[in-house]
């Protein structure tokens, strides 16, 4: 089983810091994406990284995935309350994706 | 456009009881297909894929099997569910970039 972990578990700030989501894995992954999820919903896509050591920015979320292909982080600056939900990492591997532990963040207005 | 259609949304059911959860893709053919299961507030846990007709492979032992009758279809199922079979069910499918779309889930309660 190859594991990925997020870091933190949970994640309480203010509306305008900024915060940094990590995802840690023993293993090599192909590409890793990265998902938010509100709750009672399905996660909803919010990037794919391919290459080691890409960045790729959305607005104000960072993204980028290790040189080794092992790990991975997601930045936010000046988060917003719409930014609130379950952010989950996933390494993708042949026909398998191997989903993180999840990070919940709630930003307070 | 692709889309995701899972059902029903939620389900009650008596612990011994059958389960069935459908998930249809429309939009695209011979996509890959998956079921994974989610406790609260965490992450996913893979519990089938299958890359064709008639084609499943199962990463966790349970009492839970999928078949896969036609080409945009994915079943759930089990003969007698289990008080540890309660939780959030999503069903997805794979885009050509490696990525993964999820349907709206389906939340199953056994009481």
């Known amino acids: 089983t190859q594991l990925l972990e997020q870091s933190p578990q949970f994640l309480s700030i203010q509306e305008g810091e900024n915060l940094t989501v990590y995802c840690n894995s023993s293993s090599v992954f192909s590409s890793l994406q990265w998902y938010r999820q509100e709750p009672g919903e399905g996660p909803v896509l919010l990037v794919t990284?391919?290459?080691?050591?890409e960045v790729k920015k959305l607005k104000r979320l960072t993204f980028q995935f290790g040189d080794a292909r092992k790990d991975s982080s997601l930045h936010i600056t000046a988060a917003q309350p719409g930014d609130t939900g379950l952010y989950l990492c996933a390494g993708a591997s042949g026909n398998q994706f191997y989903f993180g532990t999840g990070t919940s963040l709630t930003v307070i207005p | 456009s692709q889309t995701i259609h899972q059902w029903p949304a939620t389900l009650v059911q008596p612990v011994g009881s059958p389960l069935s959860l459908e998930c249809t893709v429309e939009?695209?053919?011979?996509?890959?297909l998956y079921w994974y299961r989610q406790a609260a507030g965490r992450g996913l846990q893979l519990l089938f894929y299958s890359v064709g007709i008639g084609q499943i492979s199962s990463e966790v032992p349970q009492n839970l099997s999928a078949s896969r009758p036609q080409d945009r279809q994915f079943i759930l199922s089990s003969k007698k569910l289990l008080l540890s079979d309660s939780g959030f069910y999503l069903c997805?499918?794979?885009?050509?970039?490696?990525?993964?779309?999820f349907g709206p889930g389906t939340r199953l309660t056994v009481t």
């Open positions: 939009g695209t053919s011979n996509p890959n």
């Open positions: 990284v391919v290459t080691g050591g």
């Open positions: 997805a499918w794979t885009g050509y970039s490696s990525e993964q779309y």
